[in-house]
């Protein structure tokens, strides 16, 4: 069946980058588009940016300026880069996957903190 | 981009209610316009997509409508189990875009 899972340090500092992983099983990433949506602690869902089944990318505008979304098809993992974080990039961070545009299965999503 | 603008931002209903949540975009879209649940410490449940489909799993007394810009999320019998966060996103064109959500209690 169709699974995700995300994995990273639950802890980066001021002004460094954040590295993610989705790590997928039961679909090929050259089949299924991957996408990372995150929630800030009392707030909404935000659309960070996807991957594409043909490797190619879209990203949230506010976000574009220092985020980066790639993937290793042989290892079924989708990679998320972003730089420069600031403590109002504490958020949970979710990979989702779709096929037919909506996204139908989810991970269960890491926390990640912004602090020093 | 591309706005959705969900209403209202929170409510109350009795259990067996009919309750209707609207989200409005500011271009067309077309039909591609998914609902999700959010409970906390969960990932969110796709509920709906291209605006009138049941997603799988989904019970019968969940239902979507659109009428032109605004699109809506129906519940025909509120049941205890269906407090949650709803969220709209569009998917017709990048950047993918959420709305803000309504929060649904039970009173």
């Known amino acids: 069946q169709v699974q995700l899972k995300e994995s990273g340090p639950g802890l980066v500092q001021p002004s460094q980058t954040l590295s993610l992983t989705c790590t997928v099983s039961?679909?090929?990433?050259?089949?299924?588009?991957v996408h990372w949506v995150r929630q800030p602690p009392g707030k909404g869902l935000e659309w960070m940016g996807g991957?594409?089944?043909?490797?190619?990318?879209a990203y949230n505008s506010a976000l574009k300026s220092r985020l980066s979304i790639s993937r290793d098809t042989s290892k079924s993992q989708v990679f998320l880069k972003m730089n420069s974080l600031q403590t109002e990039d504490t958020a949970i961070y979710f990979c989702?996957?779709?096929?037919?545009?909506?996204?139908?299965?989810w991970g269960q999503g890491v926390m990640v903190t912004v602090s020093s | 981009d591309i706005q959705l603008t969900q209403s209202p931002s929170s409510m109350s209903a009795s259990l067996g209610d009919r309750v209707s949540l609207t989200c409005q975009s500011s271009?067309?879209?077309?039909?591609?316009l998914s609902w999700y649940q959010h409970k906390p410490g969960k990932p969110p449940k796709p509920m709906i997509y291209?605006?009138?489909n049941l997603a799988d799993g989904v019970p019968s007394r969940f239902s979507g409508s659109r009428s032109g810009s605004d699109y809506s999320l129906t519940i025909s019998s509120l049941e205890s189990e269906d407090t949650a966060i709803y969220y709209c996103?569009?998917?017709?064109?990048?950047?993918?875009?959420f709305g803000s959500g309504t929060k649904l209690e039970i009173k």
């Open positions: 989702t996957c779709t096929n037919s545009g909506y996204f139908d299965y």
């Open positions: 291209y605006a009138t």
């Open positions: 039961g679909f090929s990433l050259t089949s299924y588009d």
């Open positions: 271009q067309g879209i077309g039909n591609y």
């Open positions: 996103l569009q998917y017709d064109e990048y950047p993918f875009t």
């Open positions: 991957i594409w089944g043909d490797g190619s990318t």
